[in-house]
Structures are given as C-alpha cells and as structure tokens.
C-alpha cells in the first residue's frame, strides 16, 4: 500500500482519496483504514518512504557545506517534484484534521529539524558552530523561508535561496573563528 500511495503522492495526487489508494494497491478500503486513520496518513507515509535519502548528509563536508547542500536539496525537493504540492495539499487537510498537522510534525517536519540540529551539534563539536547556539531556532530558521515561499507562493523558490538563507543566517551560527567561511555574496 505504501507503494501505492507514494506513487500517488508523487504524482502529484494530495487529494487521492482512500478509494483511489486502494485500487491502486488493489486492496479494499477496509484494509487502509486497519492501518492508517485518513487518506492523508498514508499518503504521507508513502511520501516519506520515498524521500528518506533527502536526510542524509555527507559527514566530510564541512557545516556550512552541509546545512546549504541540505537546504538545496529541500528546495528540488519541494519545487520540482510533486511533492511541494503533496505537502502543500496536506496541510490544507490538516486544518480539518489535526491527526494529519500532526503527522506532518511528527513524520515530515521532525525527521528534517532532527537531521539539521545533528548537523549543528557536529559542527559544534568541530568547532565550527558558536557554543550557545539554541539548535533548534536555529533550524526554524534555516527552514522557514522555504517553507513560507512554498505555501504562500510568493517568491519564487530558486536555486540561489539556499546560499540566500546562509549569507544571512552563517554569521549567527558560526564560531567566531569560523567566520571567514560565511557564504559568499550571493549578488556575486
């Protein structure tokens, strides 16, 4: 069924319904339900079964090559598949079905902060990231203008934002003595 949904939700379906899901895993509706409260649970599920590697980061990059290579990939990710849609779809579900707002936390959102703070903790231990940091604003940060320009639509998501996010977020993140590796300018 995971298979099923995830090819829905990468085609782009947000609003495939349990029937649709069904028939496509050729099971009966019945069976969704015993495993998944909403059309909405298992087509996230099915998302993040196919997402999974969007997490991971090489660990010889160094923080500021990590956190904008992690970033990038957030924006392919949500601009040119349909999952931006998918994520956009669920989240309008979730204002009728907080089950889903909070699989979106739990599922979507909380894997990636997780991802991020540990890329900072590491850093941090190489001496990279300032002591004191608050991980977690830090990762709110990093995230928020994807997520914002993916819901309201009204900037574009580019190719730049990632080294955008990090000339004005690295200097706050950054050692004192890491300062030099700020991104550059990204007018240059």
């Not at 939700?9 to 319904?17: H, K, P, S």
């Not at 997780?114 to 940060?141: M, N, T, W």
Request: charged share 20%; aromatic share 6%.
């Amino acid at each position: 069924m995971l298979d099923a949904a995830a090819e829905l939700a990468l085609e782009g379906a947000a609003g495939a319904g349990v029937d649709a899901i069904a028939a496509r895993a050729g099971v009966s509706r019945t069976t969704v339900y015993k495993w998944w409260p909403s059309a909405a649970a298992v087509l996230l599920e099915g998302l993040l079964e196919r997402t999974r590697d969007t997490l991971e980061s090489p660990a010889s990059e160094t923080t500021h090559e990590a956190l904008t290579d992690y970033l990038a990939r957030l924006v392919t990710l949500v601009r040119d598949t349909p999952a931006g849609a998918l994520l956009r779809g669920l989240t309008a579900a979730s204002v009728g079905d907080s089950r889903v707002g909070l699989a979106i936390v739990d599922e979507w959102l909380a894997p990636r902060r997780s991802a991020v703070v540990a890329l900072l903790v590491r850093g941090a231990g190489r001496g990279e990231v300032r002591f004191g940091l608050d991980y977690e604003a830090a990762a709110d940060v990093l995230f928020a203008p994807i997520y914002y320009r993916l819901m309201y639509g009204h900037q574009p998501l580019t190719d730049r934002l990632p080294a955008e996010i990090m000339a004005v977020c690295w200097p706050g993140i950054a050692a004192s003595e890491d300062l030099s590796a700020q991104a550059p300018n990204p007018a240059d």
